[in-house]
């Protein structure tokens, strides 16, 4: 009989491996205890018969067991032999399953936390279906929505950092890296790291009211205190409806001197254009000022329809597209309070109404979005997402309108959402994309929370 043997323990769940390769509790010194020892020792209970065993204390932090063992043994017919033994126990620490499965967060070496600290994160939103579109998620192993952004985890650094510059290409973001030892090998000095890269998106979005504080406008070319966003991508563009002026912000500008939006398109009020004046102001500079036509509206505001006849002039960049008789959104100053003073104004007296865009006739037929069929399952995930985002584009218009519709239809879209990317997901589970699938989980969660916030 050997009289030393290996025991085996969970290192992090300090559950003991039993012979047959469960894992179970058992304290020390306990019968349990004792039973996987007795059943770990070889050669007990053919000839050789147990009277008694027992523990000898040792060290609780050693990692060591004794056992006292009595056996007995029928020497000759009558004659039996007892003896005491000793067994030296070692133990050896392995990782249970579970435990293994619990740690499997260390598979990745990057990741890249995506945040955009704003009321809407519409930007965000943009983001994935551009990560969608460009297939930047390919080598994404994991992702997690969090609640001001997602968390993506790559297995390669490089991968993480191309991620971040596609990010960079495409949003005005500032980012910083941190890394935290994982393991260390003191025998070969080997380290290993996992890496967390920080990237904060502008919470600037797209049809948002900015407040450029004093500094910030001179900086810029002696703007004036309010601007809208025309658009919002590796740069911002920054148009002030008085006087069509339109200006782009890169992105190290805009961290050096960070501004915030005072107003968000849920606050916008509907008007009807009863008269229009093209205005023989210069044109705003900037690539994507060609849409930016300046022009004098005469405005109704929709609710004062049938009680007063109120109307106002206001001056917009809106000439190429506003028409008589159309909807058109804008930030009523007269009603919304955006919490500055005369002073932080500078002075100069913002329009009363801060015309943003055009609203789109509501739709007559809901169109059933439906998998386009023989695309591959990546391009369907990018039709699925462009109908739940609203896209960043100058020229052509979304295929659903934004804020502008009644709440059953969002509704109604939103239920339509739901079931193109759960059969989506029922196709992609059936092929075993599992990265994929839990992609379009995140969305789906995320799409449900964009719609509730909408
Ligand atoms: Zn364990």
Known sequence: MSRTRGMHRCGTCRRWLRPGGTYTVAENESRELLGICLKSIKGIGKDVQLANA??????????????????????????????????????????????????????????????QRSEHRRTLMMLEQLILKHK???????????KEG??????????????????????????????????????????RFKRTTCVEVCPICRDDLVFLPKKTAQALGGLPPLMLCLKASSQLCLVDPASSRCVEVASAEYWRKPFQSVSIPSKLTEFIVLDIEESD?????????????????????????????????????????????????????????????????????????????????????????????????????????????????????????????????????????????????????ASGTFRLASLCHAWLDLGASFQIRR
Request: charged share 30%.
């Open 150 to 191: 997602l968390d993506f985890f790559f297995s390669k650094e490089r991968d993480a950092q191309d991620f971040v510059s596609f990010l960079k290409n495409w949003a005005v973001v500032k980012h910083h890296e941190s890394k935290h030892l994982v393991s260390h090998n003191a025998q070969n000095t080997t380290y």
């Open 136 to 146: 930047a998620h390919t080598k994404l192993i994991q992702l997690t929505p969090t």
């Open 281 to 429: 102001l210069a044109r705003g500079r900037g690539g994507s000022a060609a849409s930016v036509q300046p022009c004098e509206v005469e405005i109704a505001r929709i609710a004062d329809f049938g009680h007063n006849d109120e109307r106002l002039t206001v001056r917009c960049h809106l000439g190429a597209i506003l028409h008589v008789g159309d909807s058109v959104l804008g930030y009523d100053l007269r009603s919304l309070h955006l919490g500055m003073d005369e002073d932080e104004l500078g002075g100069v007296p913002p329009l009363e109404v801060y015309l943003v865009k055009k609203k789109r006739p509501e739709r007559t037929k809901k169109k059933k979005p439906h998998p386009k069929r023989g695309k591959g399952v990546l391009s369907t995930a990018a039709s699925v997402q462009s109908s739940f985002l609203e896209p960043d584009r100058e020229d052509k218009q979304p295929t659903m309108p934004a804020e502008d519709e009644h709440p059953e239809d969002m509704e109604d879209e939103a239920a339509e959402m739901k079931a193109a990317a759960e059969a989506l997901l029922t196709q992609l589970g």
């Open 54 to 115: 027992s523990f000898i204390w040792t060290e609780p932090h050693s990692k060591e067991l004794k056992v006292k063992l009595e056996l007995q043994q029928e020497a000759l017919v009558g004659v039996v032999v007892r003896q005491t033994v000793i067994v030296e126990l070692r133990v050896n620490n392995l990782q249970c399953d579970e435990c293994k499965k619990s740690y499997t967060k260390h598979t990745w070496d990057s990741s890249v936390q995506v945040r």
